[in-house]
């Protein structure tokens, strides 16, 4: 296997060469389900009744609250829902003075339509009047009703939640706030203010009775009274006998800091010398329990080194401490408070970037509609520019035979890596095998079909044994220090966190959530052994499970991986027609081959009221060959591209491939494959995995025919609702997007690397390797202090450095024999090594990086002799040695 040693590449679009306009496409030819003739007016007089209601309401309502617009629920039909009819049915609710007057969306199909006034409802009931100019907005729209609020059934001495509609008119909204306080304070109901995001308008109100919920329920802009969500965390211990080495960081060195969002993080021995200086708590000390907070502190330090694997590859990070959550056996929390100190923390902190929540609830996510919690963490991270690890939660179904619950409420949030538990090892009485989904994890769809979890990673087993749960659980540190086990998506959500650490680290360019994401999400693989259909990977893994971090930011030379991080309006789009493919590629039957992987994770315009369509924004990728480039009758009104590609053929579609590729499950590439008809999907992550191998014989002559060029094309697009209401507002839609492609070659023989880096350049694109931070830790004595050597390194003294390390991680002393024994498999190859001394020890090491050291220097050869005459084995294996003094210390070899 090909060492990987190049770095990942950064490109930019060429402006005007590959800036492009939309073009409008329109037609008139009327739907099928269109109704005619009586149907038509049938239906007309059966929308005209509830009108009659919003008369009575208007000459009826209390003066003081006049101002407060009457509600109408809309329901609409299934075939209508597609953004091509929306502009007509919102044309038959266009009042006199105000157009737009669709406000929000219940359900995907439920629309809630505002009137202000009887001359308002007077002009909507003339619309429907005037059905001969409306026959298609009539015939979508199945039944209007005057809205009525959703009330549960609460109890007595409830604490409730207390949702306003959102007029989207900041006047009005104001006005409807300070009426509703004034309307509660008169019934002596103490109402509390909360602040989930700009879309909500929530309030709280805390031992409600039943009489008191009666006497609100008739307030003109109530939309629903629900239960106020309360949250804990519910955790087991299992102690362990394990010793465990402390690990401290090397003075004045700079390590990447991530924020614990959770119950505190204890002072002990393995976890103070990560802690910073400050924190922040909503608690004082006698209300916090740390021993959550600290084994998810513990994983993100110590995850690798507790389960000897290296899943993450984290170096070492600072922990911010954010108790945002109390002893939960002395003091409840509501949801709003939750929200509340997590927004103060992280905006008081805006030096953190990374931020881990692995808290929840236990109810399951809405099918058609996103959450409060989850909508709440969308806006903290767009309003303070980071990203929240957060996971999907559990569930105890398992224990009673039934399936999976889908994610929780609290882990729908579209802007936050949300991350699901796959197991790390099985017992006898553990239900899921090795690498499969966890008893207990949670499972997507999210709300509107959305892939949540994003991730997966390792978060334990678990079982029944005489009617009892047996837990496999990963090991953490308690509070007191001790090695403890235990389960849950809350433990395998932070080693997602320490690896995105560690990549920001890492990775020197400026922070951008996008790229971060799109970096982790494109290099999750399956794992091996799990032998599900693409759709229930998908479901229950997300997209996978995540890469180390410096597998993601180097390539080998039969692969490159390109980054594209752009901005697009609307009435835009990016097409580059001649994408720099390697033209090496050629099979011998004269077609290109090769595996492609292409992530697009872009920053979605989402809206909080609209239901199934939170998520207002969509990205449509294209990727694939044309015969030539055709020049195009822009005199034509909607032709506006100058050029085009001639005979465009997108290969990353299913309809693509082989369909006994599609249901292969076992081979090694199933761990990898990915295709999806992500279709009208608004999903604002998008991932596609293909081998040109797998392409059918007709669409391998029709695409992949030698002399073909490569071109992509990157479109936004908007849903009806965030398009009018940017007219009114004069906002300009646009969505951030990162676009990372590979190219490899399956065969291992072509220099990818080279070739591409090369089109690159030929072709006129601004590129760049990703700038990676060169510092690297060197403990170069064992009897002084440790120091970091921050000269610059060249690649092959980092890479020689890493070898050694490895190969001293993993050598075992044999004390009966005296000697020191290497057994790897290395780069899938078996390799050993017994040392019978310090100095056999020393000359094997020298050996090693100086092959090591050989494979990683450039391949000109004058340059190569003179980094050669600069190699100092000797510097380069006393990381190793001494990360590993133990081990020679135990033999007697050194004092």
Not at 204 to 209: D, G, R, S, Y
Request: with cysteine; net charge negative.
């Amino acid at each position: 296997m090909a060492k990987k040693n190049l770095p990942i590449k950064l490109f930019q679009r060429r402006q005007k060469i590959d800036d492009r306009r939309v073009e409008g496409m329109n037609s008139n030819i009327p739907p099928k389900w269109q109704l005619e003739g009586e149907e038509l007016i049938s239906r007309a007089n059966s929308l005209l009744e509830p009108l009659s209601e919003l008369d009575s309401f208007f000459n009826t309502r209390d003066n003081a609250r006049s101002f407060i617009p009457a509600a109408l629920r809309v329901d609409i039909d299934d075939n209508a829902i597609a953004k091509s009819h929306r502009k007509d049915i919102q044309k038959l609710f266009n009042g006199q003075f105000t157009k737009n007057n669709i406000i929000g969306f219940i359900n995907s199909n439920s629309a809630i339509v505002k009137v202000d006034s009887i001359v308002d409802n007077n002009a909507i009931r003339k619309n429907i009047k005037n059905y001969n100019q409306n026959p298609k907005a009539i015939s979508a729209v199945e039944a209007v009703k005057v809205f009525e609020p959703f009330i549960a059934d609460i109890k007595e001495n409830e604490t409730v939640k207390i949702s306003l509609i959102d007029f989207l008119n900041y006047e009005i909204n104001n006005a409807v706030k300070v009426s509703f306080e004034k309307y509660c304070k008169q019934k002596n109901l103490d109402i509390i203010k909360t602040n989930y995001s700009s879309g909500l308008i929530i309030f709280k109100l805390k031992n409600a009775t039943k009489a008191q919920l009666d006497s609100i329920s008739d307030f003109e802009a109530l939309e629903s009274i629900t239960f106020m969500p309360k949250y804990s965390v519910g955790m087991d211990l299992l102690a362990t006998t394990e010793a465990l080495d402390v690990k401290e960081p090397i003075k004045d060195e700079e390590y990447p800091i991530i924020g614990v969002l959770d119950s505190g993080i204890a002072k002990n021995k393995y976890l103070k010398p990560w802690l910073l200086d400050r924190n922040y708590s909503s608690y004082p000390e006698d209300l916090i329990n740390p021993t959550h907070g600290s084994c998810v502190s513990s994983i993100i330090i110590y995850g690798d080194e507790l389960e000897g694997q290296n899943w993450t590859g984290n170096s070492g990070c600072k922990l911010f401490d954010a108790t945002v959550f109390p002893d939960d056996k002395k003091e409840s929390i509501d949801e709003d408070e939750l929200i509340l100190n997590i927004r103060t923390a992280i905006k008081n902190n805006s030096d953190i970037k990374i931020w881990n929540l692995s808290l929840g609830t236990g109810s399951e996510s809405d099918l058609s509609d996103f959450s409060d919690f989850g909508k709440a963490l969308d806006d903290i991270q767009i309003s303070n520019e980071v990203i929240i690890c957060k996971s999907t939660g559990n569930c105890r179904n398992f224990e009673n035979g039934f399936p999976k619950s889908r994610v929780a409420r609290s882990g729908d949030s579209m802007r936050s890596i949300v991350v699901g538990s796959i197991t790390h090892s099985k017992n006898e009485s553990d239900i899921a095998e090795v690498n499969h989904p966890s008893p207990f994890t949670r499972i997507g769809p999210g709300p509107a079909n959305s892939i949540k979890p994003d991730l997966v990673s390792y978060g334990g087993n678990a079982g029944m044994k005489g009617g009892r749960r047996v837990e496999n659980g990963v090991k953490a540190i308690a509070p007191d220090g001790s090695t403890v086990k235990i389960i849950g998506t809350s433990f395998s959500t932070p080693r997602v966190t320490s690896l995105l650490s560690e990549l920001n680290f890492k990775v020197k360019e400026n922070f951008n959530p996008t790229l971060l994401k799109a970096l982790a999400i494109h290099s999750a693989k399956y794992p091996l052994g799990v032998n599900f259909s693409i759709s229930d990977k998908v479901n229950q893994m997300g997209f996978g499970v995540a890469s180390s971090a410096d597998d993601i930011i180097y390539n080998d030379p039969h692969e490159i991986t390109l980054i594209l991080q752009e901005n697009i309006n609307k009435g835009e789009f990016i097409e580059i027609l001649d994408f720099p493919f390697p033209e090496s590629l050629i099979d011998e039957n004269g077609f290109f081959y090769g595996e492609v992987k292409i992530t697009l994770v872009a920053q979605p315009v989402l809206r909080e009221k609209q239901g199934a369509e939170y998520c207002q924004s969509n990205l449509k990728l294209q990727f694939g060959t044309y015969d030539d480039i055709k020049n195009r009758d822009t005199t034509k009104s909607n032709i506006l591209n100058p050029i085009g590609p001639e005979d465009p053929k997108n290969v990353i579609l299913d309809s693509n491939y082989g369909s006994s590729y599609k249901k292969d499950t076992s081979s090694d590439y199933a761990r990898e494959r990915m295709l999806l008809n992500y279709g009208k999907k608004y999903q604002p992550v998008k991932k596609y995995s293909i081998n040109l191998d797998e392409m059918t014989a007709a669409r391998q002559r029709d695409s992949l025919a030698k002399g073909r060029k490569w071109y992509t094309i990157i479109k936004g697009e908007y849903r009806e609702f965030a398009e009018t209401r940017s007219k009114e507002d004069g906002e300009v839609l646009n969505q951030d997007f990162t676009m990372i492609v590979t190219i490899r070659d399956t065969k291992g023989q072509q220099q990818v690397y080279n070739e591409v880096s090369r089109l690159l350049a030929d072709r006129n694109f601004l590129h760049s390797n990703i700038k990676i931070r060169e510092e690297v830790r060197i403990e170069v004595d064992a009897t002084i202090d440790t120091k970091a050597v921050k000269n610059e390194l060249q690649l092959w003294e980092i890479e020689a450095i890493k070898r050694a390390e490895l190969l001293m991680n993993r050598a075992q002393p044999d004390l009966e024999d005296n000697i020191l024994v290497f057994e790897y498999d290395f780069d899938n190859q078996i390799e050993g090594f017994t040392a019978n001394n310090l100095d056999t020890l020393t000359r094997y090491l020298e050996d090693q990086v100086a092959k090591e050291a050989i494979n990683y220097m450039p391949l000109d050869e004058e340059t190569r002799k003179m980094e050669m005459n600069k190699l100092d084995s000797n510097k380069l294996i006393q990381s190793g040695i001494n990360n590993n003094i133990d081990k020679l210390l135990v033999l007697g070899w050194v004092r």
